[in-house]
Each structure stands twice: as structure tokens, then as C-alpha cells.
């Protein structure tokens, strides 16, 4: 039993170091406009074609490959969630990027002044999210081309505060 629990193991490793290497290449030639979902397509896709060699061939044992094939799409979100989406989009990434940069250390005024210029100027940050959420249904644009929540991001906003309370992290990002 151990035996096979570490060979799914490794076989769910390699599998992500595969994805990885296609992900990878996928958005050095063909980048999407929101990495977050372009992850989960090709995730999907990605693991539908092993499911699909699986079946109908005789590469791989059936049986051993579609249990490996779940925990292996798990890692694999596990792995967009936390790598290419927090270097995507974080905070953190920027403020250690503005101190990497500089030979000097940084009082918080230059950090915060970098940060403003890098992240919410340079990289469009606030037009990103804007067009993320529009793609996924939380805001529309009027005809006067100011953005406002839908249902389905009211439903979302409401969730986010729920989540936020119950873990007890901060909300003044979700409470205005």
C-alpha cells in the first residue's frame, strides 16, 4: 500500500513538472489576458488528455492512472493558486522587487511611491482587475462607462466579507 501511495505520488509530480513545462511555454508564445483562468483551462485540458490516454490506451494502467489523474489536477491548482497568480498579482512581489532593485535601502515613503508607480500606474493594475471582474460576471459598465456590481458580484462581495470574518483576516479591503 505504501508502495503505491508513493508511486502516485511521483507520478502526481511528475505531472505537475510537465504542466509546468507546458504552462510555461503556453505563455511565453501565446499569453492570456488572466492567468488565473488561462491555468485552469489548460489545466483541464491537460488532464482530460491523460484521462483520455489512459482510456484508451495501454500506456499506463487504467486504474492507477485515474487515481493519480485527481490528486494530480489538485496539485496542479494548488500550484496556479499560489505560484503564477500571487507572482501575477501580489503586493509582496512588488515591494521585494522595488528593494531588489535598489542599491540602497528604502525608507517606506520611496516603497510606497514605487509601488504606486510600478503597480497601479505602469502595470494598469486597477484597469486589469476591472476587466477581470467584468469577464467573470462581478461588475458590468453603463452606458456612461462608469462599473458597478451585478448580482453575481453582490453574491461574491458577500461571500468574500463572510470568508474574511470567518478566517478573522482584514476586511477594510471588502468592508467599505
Do not use: W
Not at 505520488?9 to 513545462?21: E, K, N, P, T
Not at 511565453?28 to 489576458?33: A, F, S
Not at 451585478?150 to 478573522?168: C, D, P, R, V
Amino acid at each position: 500500500m505504501l508502495l503505491n501511495i508513493a508511486k502516485q505520488i511521483i507520478c502526481s509530480v511528475i505531472i505537475l513538472i510537465i504542466f509546468c513545462i507546458i504552462f510555461a511555454i503556453k505563455r511565453n508564445v501565446i499569453p492570456g489576458d488572466i492567468i488565473f483562468y488561462e491555468s485552469f483551462q489548460i489545466a483541464f485540458v491537460y488532464i482530460f488528455i491523460l484521462f483520455l490516454i489512459s482510456n484508451f490506451t495501454i500506456i499506463f494502467p487504467k486504474k492507477f492512472i485515474e487515481t493519480t489523474l485527481y490528486s494530480s489536477f489538485l496539485l496542479i491548482i494548488l500550484f496556479n493558486v499560489t505560484i503564477p497568480t500571487i507572482l501575477d498579482r501580489s503586493v509582496s512581489v512588488t515591494v521585494i522587487g522595488s528593494l531588489k532593485k535598489s542599491d540602497v535601502p528604502l525608507s517606506l515613503e520611496e516603497i510606497r511611491n514605487n509601488f504606486q508607480e510600478i503597480y497601479v500606474l505602469q502595470q494598469d493594475a486597477v484597469n486589469i482587475r476591472l476587466k477581470e471582474q467584468i469577464a467573470n460576471g462581478n461588475i458590468q459598465r453603463n452606458d456612461e462607462g462608469n462599473f458597478y456590481l451585478t448580482k453575481k458580484g453582490e453574491f461574491t462581495s458577500q461571500i468574500m466579507l463572510g470568508m474574511s470574518n470567518a478566517f478573522n483576516v482584514n476586511t477594510a479591503y471588502i468592508d467599505q
